[in-house]
């Protein structure tokens, strides 16, 4: 039987695998576990449409797909600390703006009006604190 030398090269890698795995595998299931809240939030939003767009099955999937897809880009918004409060709202009132573009090509046209005018009821983006207090506020010249 033949002694086998194990490579420098050869033995780093296994040891390195060895010892990024767990934290590879711990990230992909803290990455679905978001994947699969997004998912849920997203289908419940979809619920509360429906009742008033009316969508079949497969429009309603797509509705609800692109929903996920501005979950996540709001989600990732919300938990940037290096923004403003008010560059957070500016931001996602540009995401929602996008969101309802988008929608564009998911509803016909009928079902889209009637989705702009419920949109602020069903996925309002709050002002925050500040901006309340600025708009109240009374400028002097």
């Not at 990455?31 to 309603?60: C, H, S, W």
């Not at 709001?74 to 923004?83: F, I, P």
């Amino acid at each position: 039987m033949k002694n086998k030398d194990i490579s420098p090269l050869r033995f780093l890698s296994v040891l390195f695998f060895l010892l990024l795995a767990p934290s590879l595998f711990s990230q992909t299931y803290y990455a679905l576990q978001i994947d699969r809240n997004i998912r849920f939030k997203a289908a419940d939003i979809t619920a509360k449409y429906q009742p008033r767009l009316v969508m079949g099955p497969e429009q309603a999937l797509e509705f609800q797909s692109t929903v996920a897809r501005f979950l996540v880009k709001k989600k990732a918004v919300e938990e940037d600390d290096t923004l403003s409060p008010m560059a957070k709202y500016e931001l996602l009132k540009q995401l929602s703006s996008r969101e309802t573009s988008e929608m564009a090509d998911v509803l016909e046209a009928y079902r889209w009006q009637e989705y702009m005018r419920i949109k602020n009821e069903i996925q309002p983006i709050p002002k925050p604190e500040k901006a309340i207090e600025l708009k109240d506020a009374i400028v002097i010249h």
